[in-house]
């Protein structure tokens, strides 16, 4: 089982920035496939990014490509989201998850999906300002 804890969320006022982190347990980090994913009140989950395992290819929801970077430090068990040019829309739950199973993302598929991840992070809160 992998525990997740995050940090990082808070309040900023439109164009601000703010990095949430998510540090796992485990030994094998590094084979981790990592995504963010995020929850507006009274709405559905929904992609933000993602990451294959060794550092692999990045995927990015189109609403965030340019403001959002994912990243992950292997030998810090730590994946990040960067998060720039922040907008009210951007308000929501913000869930860091992980996928202990390998393969991911054959073919670049499926990392949107919530289903792909096993386990997930307690939320952290984004609130943008207008």
């Known amino acids: 089982q992998v525990h997740m804890v995050e940090t990082g969320g808070g309040e900023v006022q439109t164009g601000g920035s703010l990095r949430i982190s998510c540090l796992a347990s485990?030994?094998?980090?590094?084979?981790?496939?990592l995504g963010w994913f995020r929850q507006p009140p009274g709405k559905e989950r929904e992609a933000v990014a993602a990451?294959?395992?060794?550092?692999?290819?990045?995927y990015y929801a189109d609403s965030m490509k340019g403001r959002f970077t994912i990243s992950r430090d292997n030998a810090k068990n730590t994946m990040y989201l960067q998060m720039n040019d922040l907008k009210p829309e951007d308000s929501a739950m913000y869930y860091c998850?992980?996928?202990?199973?390998?393969?991911?993302?054959?073919?670049?598929?499926?990392?949107?999906?919530?289903?792909?991840?096993?386990?997930w992070g307690q939320g952290a809160q984004v609130t943008v300002s207008s």
């Open positions: 485990g030994s094998t980090f590094h084979y981790y496939c």
């Open positions: 998850a992980v996928d202990t199973r390998l393969p991911c993302f054959l073919y670049g598929r499926d990392w949107d999906l919530a289903s792909t991840y096993k386990y």
């Open positions: 990451q294959g395992f060794e550092n692999g290819n990045t």
